[in-house]
């Protein structure tokens, strides 16, 4: 019987990286590279067909240049840079149903097959495209060529629904197997581990599902996916119809919104449900609502026609590779949950509302992960590895998120096929309670295992709803709805949000003022609380709150996710006995996620 475990690691496992020398002695699986979006290199050269704006036509009938990515050339001339978005836009023909390269424009990726093929030529950002991953991997015992290949692709397009044609995208599949089997037939018929990110692990994942069964199991030792989501993400709605920035050629709506991924990777109605994502006056934009959202931002009815019949359905349709995966994704970072546009303009800059992700992708799509491939009964081996604080790119690009990777490429290299028909969703970490108090020798001689269901690390921000007076006015049969029995409880206070880890968010709005977590002595003293009454909070349940430990024993953390749960309590008119407005964001239906997933950085780091 197959076991499935998602095991959720919150931080580097120490001890895991430099194993060169071992990693020589036992063979290393080749592993194929595939980067994020706008990393690969991208040539092209203009033929005569070609219709160039105003000062665009000096390449016309020349040789192939750096189309994608020049940093080196628009600093030294940026009257190019609308040159360069006019001829890396894409156009659709609709008698094939399908999209190219602009008339008279010719495109081509650099050196497939290798990691030069991306990169980028700003110096600022050349680890965003694996720099810095490429030099641990070498590091370890990966030599360009021999059992390390990189596999760009052009980023413009994307994974099309069943009898919908994209071939530029198709022979980049083929091209892919090819490079699979070469790198194992090279490499003592050993499968190969493909490691991804960003857009890179959808296109694998799209790949996969391509090919047979058998293939899969010949091939594929390992699918470890860096920054990728399952359901999109929330702020590349924003960019959908912005106005050009100076000199990022990406930013020309003509032509980023020209491209086949910018409808790819928005946020998928399987994942992000009925949540407004979208504010305007006028109305509100859920991920079902996307079809209006780009209709009301200036896409075309064709536009929009592609979007539901060629990429929607491939976002609802995600399914598990059937090969062995595991996920890392960095949490912890604000990412982008809802865009307010106040006066319905969407071509202006909205007003951001941040929640938790890696700063691109959002901590639902994360998440959903575990539902799309880890719940899959044909996937045998599933396993999601959280990194607090680590961003989209840096992910990549810093050290100790690098190590981390490169620690699973390690371990995958270690693991027999055997055990990859056994999976768990674990989370490394231990608890707290009273088994503080006890020595370690006691612990030891005495604890076998801590498991800790539905318990959070940084109270519950619905605790805040009855922390006064008359707030808990339905007094009914309800004993503990009486304020004066149930405030009277030393837990009415320890179960309060934490400043530790719900920080400076607002988490109670008043038309007078706004109270995060370390506002709750004004805000109880503003819902009638003593003065001595406060003090009790600060000087006794507050310190534990803000110091909780690790027990030194084996935990197991059990909690729900994905049920809607209190994240603010909105009192229009101030009055704090009133039923507030509420808010709701991501946990178990009473602890907030951010209270979960603060168990990591307490007991498991």
Avoid at 156 to 184: D, M, N
Avoid at 255 to 265: H, L
Wanted: charged share 20%; proline share 6%.
């Amino acid at each position: 019987m197959t076991t499935k475990v998602n095991m959720l690691v919150p931080f580097l496992l120490p001890g895991l990286f430099f194993f060169s020398s071992l990693a020589h002695d036992a063979g290393l699986h080749p592993v194929v590279l595939l980067p994020g979006y706008s990393c690969s290199q991208l040539d092209a050269r203009l033929t005569d067909e070609y219709q160039p704006p105003p000062g665009c036509g000096a390449r016309k009938g020349g040789g192939w240049f750096r189309l994608w990515e020049n940093y080196t050339a628009v600093k030294q001339n940026p009257a190019l840079v609308p040159c360069y978005a006019d001829q890396l836009r894409l156009v659709y023909e609709p008698v094939a149903g399908d999209y190219r390269d602009v008339p008279g424009v010719q495109t081509r990726v650099v050196d497939f097959g290798t990691t030069r093929g991306f990169g980028f030529d700003d110096p600022a950002k050349k680890n965003n495209c694996m720099e810095r991953l490429v030099n641990a991997l070498e590091a370890v015992g990966y030599k360009e060529g021999e059992n390390l290949f990189g596999a760009p692709y052009d980023f413009r397009y994307a994974a099309a629904a069943p009898g919908k044609a994209s071939a530029v995208f198709s022979r980049f599949l083929t091209q892919l197997k090819l490079l699979v089997e070469h790198a194992s037939n090279t490499n003592g018929n050993k499968p190969v581990i493909l490691l991804t990110h960003s857009l890179g692990g959808l296109n694998a994942l799209a790949f996969l599902n391509t090919t047979t069964l058998p293939w899969r199991r010949r091939y594929i030792k390992h699918f470890v996916m860096v920054s990728t989501g399952a359901g999109g993400a929330v702020a590349l709605l924003q960019t959908s119809g912005s106005p050009p920035s100076p000199g990022d050629i990406l930013s020309f709506a003509n032509t980023s919104r020209s491209f086949a991924t910018t409808f790819s990777v928005m946020p998928s109605p399987r994942v992000f449900g009925h949540a407004p994502l979208v504010v305007t006056r006028a109305r509100n934009y859920s991920a079902y609502d996307i079809p209006e959202l780009l209709a009301a931002d200036g896409f075309s009815d064709d536009e929009v026609a592609r979007y539901v019949t060629r990429a929607l359905p491939v976002t609802m349709n995600l399914k598990a590779p059937a090969v062995p995966v595991t996920c890392i994704n960095g949490v912890g970072v604000p990412t982008v949950e809802k865009l307010v546009y106040r006066d319905g303009d969407l071509g202006s800059a909205p007003q951001l509302v941040l929640g938790d992700g890696d700063g691109v992708i959002n901590l639902v799509s994360i998440l959903a992960l575990d539902t799309v491939i880890g719940a899959d009964p044909e996937q045998d081996y599933f396993k999601s590895v959280l990194i607090h604080n680590a961003s989209h790119l840096g992910i990549i690009a810093e050290d100790f998120a690098v190590r981390r990777v490169v620690n699973e490429i390690i371990h995958e290299n270690r693991r027999s096929n055997v055990d990859a028909h056994s999976l768990v969703r674990t989370s490394i970490s231990s608890t707290m309670g009273k088994h503080e108090r006890a020595t370690l020798p006691w612990r030891r001689r005495h604890a076998k295992h801590f498991v800790m269901i539905s318990t959070g690390a940084g109270g519950i921000v619905a605790s805040l709803q009855t922390s006064g007076s008359s707030s808990l006015s339905s007094q009914g049969t309800d004993v503990l709805s009486f304020a004066n029995t149930s405030r009277s409880f030393a837990t009415v206070f320890l179960v309060l949000p934490s400043p530790r880890f719900f920080c400076h968010v607002p988490l109670v709005v008043t038309r007078a003022r706004n109270y995060s977590a370390y506002d709750i002595p004004e805000l109880l003293a503003a819902d009638g609380f003593s003065d001595d009454e406060v003090a009790r909070y600060v000087t006794r349940e507050l310190p534990v709150a803000m110091n909780l430990k690790a027990p030194g024993v084996s935990v197991i953390c059990i909690n729900g996710v994905g049920v809607p749960t209190v994240e603010r309590l909105v009192y229009s008119d101030g009055d704090f006995g009133a039923a507030p407005q509420v808010e709701y964001g991501d946990g178990h239906g009473g602890i907030n996620l951010a209270s979960i997933l603060a168990l990591d950085t307490i007991i498991g780091v």
